[in-house]
C-alpha cells in the first residue's frame, strides 16, 4: 500500500467554503471520508484537513484533485465522539468547519503533519474554550450542521485544522505570534501563570520528553530542533 505524503508547511493553499454541502453527493463525501479515515489509521494520525493531501492523493482517491474544504477527525479523537449524533466514537467529516473563541489564550504541547512530517513536538497558544461548528458527515448515519462547545485545553485540534484550510501551519507568521519560544523568560512567566504551575514543575515536564522538541525562535521567526535535556532553563 503506497504510503502518505501530506503537503508540507508552505505549500499549503487556502480553501473556499463548501457553498450548498447538502449538494456535494454521498459519494463524494465517502471518498473524503475514507480517505481521512485510511490515513489516520495507517500513519496514526488524530486528524487531517483534506488540503494537507497532495494533489495525486486527492485524484487517485477522491473526485478530483482539488481539495474541498473540510477536516476529517479519527474516532480516537474528541470531536468524534461530542459532535456524534448517538455520541459514539466514529470518524467524522467535518465540511465548513468553524471555530468561535470564547475564552482566553493557554499554551499547549502540538505537532503536525504538515510541519516535519509530524516528527517534532511544539508550543503553542490555543483557546481554552471555544465553540466549533460545521456539517457533520458519517456514512449511513449522520450529515447535519453542528455546533459544539469544546471545554478541554487538551485537544484543540479543530483550531488546528481549521488553520489547514485557511493555508496556515503553526509555523505560518500570522500564528507564530503564539508560540512558546522555550529559552524565553518571559514566555515561561506567562505559561506558568496561565496553567498555574511553577517554573520547576514545567521544567520537568520538558525534560520528560525524551524527544527533541521544536522551540520557537523569537528572534529569527522560525522553529528550532532542541534537545530538552541540554535546555538552560531562563532565570525567572
Ligand atoms: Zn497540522
Not at 481521512?36 to 488540503?51: H, K
Not at 487517485?60 to 465522539?81: C, L, M, Q, W, Y
Not at 515536564?205 to 520557537?216: C, T
Request: aromatic share 8%; with cysteine; proline share 8%.
Amino acid at each position: 500500500m503506497n504510503r502518505f505524503e501530506l503537503l508540507q508547511e508552505g505549500r499549503l493553499s487556502p480553501v473556499p467554503e463548501v457553498k450548498h454541502p447538502e449538494k456535494l453527493g454521498h459519494s463524494a463525501l465517502r471518498a473524503y471520508y475514507e480517505l481521512g479515515l485510511r490515513f489516520c489509521e495507517t500513519e496514526s494520525y488524530d486528524a487531517v484537513a483534506i488540503n494537507q493531501f497532495s494533489p495525486e492523493d486527492l485524484s487517485r482517491h477522491t473526485p478530483g484533485p482539488d481539495p474541498i474544504r473540510a477536516v476529517f477527525f479519527s474516532p480516537n479523537e474528541s470531536a468524534s465522539k461530542n459532535m456524534h449524533a448517538d455520541g459514539k466514537g466514529e470518524g467524522l467529516l467535518v465540511i465548513n468547519p468553524r471555530v468561535r473563541t470564547k475564552s482566553n489564550f493557554a499554551y499547549i504541547p502540538e505537532y503536525c503533519g504538515s510541519i516535519m512530517s509530524g516528527r517534532a513536538w511544539y508550543m503553542i497558544l490555543r483557546p481554552k474554550k471555544f465553540i466549533f461548528s460545521g456539517h457533520i458527515y458519517i456514512p449511513g448515519v449522520q450529515f447535519e450542521y453542528k455546533e459544539h462547545l469544546c471545554e478541554s485545553p487538551v485537544s484543540s485540534m479543530p483550531v488546528h485544522e481549521r488553520d489547514h484550510l485557511d493555508g496556515l501551519t503553526a509555523i505560518s507568521r500570522t500564528i507564530a505570534v503564539g508560540l512558546m519560544d522555550l529559552r524565553d523568560a518571559e514566555d515561561w512567566r506567562h505559561l506558568c501563570r496561565q496553567r498555574g504551575i511553577t517554573p520547576e514543575r514545567f521544567a520537568g515536564i520538558v525534560k520528560n520528553e525524551n524527544q527533541p522538541m521544536h522551540s520557537f525562535n523569537k528572534k529569527t521567526g522560525r522553529l528550532e530542533l532542541i534537545d530538552p535535556n541540554e535546555l538552560q532553563i531562563p532565570e525567572i
